[in-house]
């Protein structure tokens, strides 16, 4: 990041928030498209812990590798999301509940806005100072 | 893109869903066929699907997001309806006709499930949409 001041930690939670938003995305649509799959068994992750998991990751210090086998301090942030198997009940055919799937899916699309939202307002705001501040 | 990945996975419950209503289609269609080229009544047919992976992005293989596709397509193996009706051609020397092991019911209610599950999957395109759509507006 350039600019510690216009660029804080904000930026950066929104950031990984949208990708963990659109990662989760992916595992519900996996889910709602394996309605009838029989014996699977629908994946999530959990918003918060992985988000959490992910900021605390950020401040971790990497060490440069110069070579591919250099084993680095910490796993790398955004693919150690490991999504885990819902304890669903059997529905005499899978484990997949729909109505929990599309509730799911709702929630986590409002989720994906709001940081959506939220980062915008946020340009907005540098934006505005960027056009007062040349007056 | 990931949302494209999300967008296949879609797609290929669409696809499974519209196959599965082409069996559907196909029992019903076939409720009261007596001879087949295989010899004896229709049987009824099934769908039988499994997860499956999506081709390359190897951050969704991580996430272990699967679309479905379908395994194949099975008899169901139950066994024939009996009518009596010795003046039909096909009738047996009890005057028996085998009649498929195909079920108005169970076939009504396979399709209503095929529908809806359908439409959750058009559900989640939507869905895909609109966020890919609200993340074009970032820095607007």
Same mark, same amino acid.
């Given at each position: 990041?350039p600019? =510690?001041?216009s660029?804080?930690?904000?930026?950066? &939670?929104?950031?990984? &928030?949208i /990708?963990? &938003?659109?990662?989760?995305?992916?595992l519900? /649509? /996996?889910?709602?498209?394996n309605?009838?799959?029989s014996?699977?068994?629908?994946?999530d992750i959990? *918003?918060?812990?992985a988000l &959490?998991?992910?900021?605390? /990751?950020?401040?971790?210090?990497?060490l440069?590798?110069?070579?591919?086998?250099h #084993?680095?301090?910490?796993?790398?942030?955004?693919?150690?999301?490991?999504? *885990?198997?819902?304890?669903?009940?059997?529905?005499?055919?899978?484990?997949v509940?729909?109505? =929990?799937?599309?509730?799911?899916l709702a929630?986590?699309?409002?989720?994906y806005r709001? %940081?959506t939202?939220?980062?915008?307002?946020?340009? %907005?705001?540098?934006?505005?100072? #960027?056009?007062?501040?040349g007056? | @893109?990931?949302?494209?990945?999300?967008?296949e996975?879609?797609a290929?419950?669409? !696809?499974?869903?519209?196959?599965? @209503?082409?069996?559907?289609?196909?029992n019903?269609?076939n409720?009261?066929t007596?001879?087949?080229?295989?010899?004896?009544? !229709?049987r009824?047919?099934m769908?039988?699907?499994s997860p499956?992976?999506?081709?390359?992005?190897?951050?969704?293989l991580?996430?272990?997001?699967?679309?479905v596709?379908?395994?194949?397509?099975?008899e169901?193996?139950?066994?024939?309806?009996k009518?009596y009706?010795?003046?039909?051609?096909?009738?047996?020397?009890n005057? !028996?006709?085998?009649?498929p092991?195909?079920?108005l019911i169970?076939?009504?209610t396979? @399709?209503?499930?095929?529908?809806?599950?359908f439409?959750?999957n058009?559900?989640a395109?939507?869905s895909?949409?609109? @966020?890919?759509?609200?993340?074009?507006?970032?820095?607007?």
């Amino acid at each position: 990041m350039p600019d =510690k001041l216009s660029f804080q930690k904000t930026f950066r &939670a929104l950031e990984r &928030a949208i /990708s963990i &938003a659109q990662q989760r995305h992916s595992l519900i /649509s /996996s889910n709602i498209s394996n309605l009838d799959t029989s014996n699977y068994k629908a994946k999530d992750i959990n *918003f918060k812990t992985a988000l &959490a998991q992910v900021l605390e /990751s950020d401040h971790e210090i990497n060490l440069a590798r110069t070579n591919p086998k250099h #084993i680095g301090l910490g796993t790398n942030s955004a693919n150690s999301i490991e999504p *885990f198997e819902e304890k669903g009940e059997w529905n005499g055919y899978n484990w997949v509940n729909i109505d =929990k799937e599309m509730t799911k899916l709702a929630e986590n699309n409002l989720r994906y806005r709001t %940081a959506t939202e939220t980062l915008l307002r946020k340009i %907005a705001l540098l934006k505005e100072v #960027i056009r007062e501040g040349g007056r | @893109m990931n949302f494209l990945q999300s967008l296949e996975i879609s797609a290929t419950g669409l !696809y499974v869903q519209r196959r599965r @209503m082409d069996v559907i289609a196909s029992n019903l269609a076939n409720i009261e066929t007596t001879h087949t080229k295989e010899g004896g009544p !229709y049987r009824r047919k099934m769908v039988v699907m499994s997860p499956k992976p999506v081709e390359d992005f190897d951050k969704v293989l991580a996430l272990k997001a699967e679309g479905v596709k379908i395994d194949d397509i099975v008899e169901d193996k139950s066994p024939f309806r009996k009518a009596y009706n010795p003046s039909h051609p096909d009738a047996n020397k009890n005057g !028996y006709v085998l009649k498929p092991n195909v079920d108005l019911i169970l076939e009504i209610t396979n @399709m209503l499930m095929a529908r809806r599950a359908f439409e959750a999957n058009i559900a989640a395109i939507k869905s895909t949409k609109q @966020m890919a759509l609200k993340a074009l507006e970032i820095g607007k």
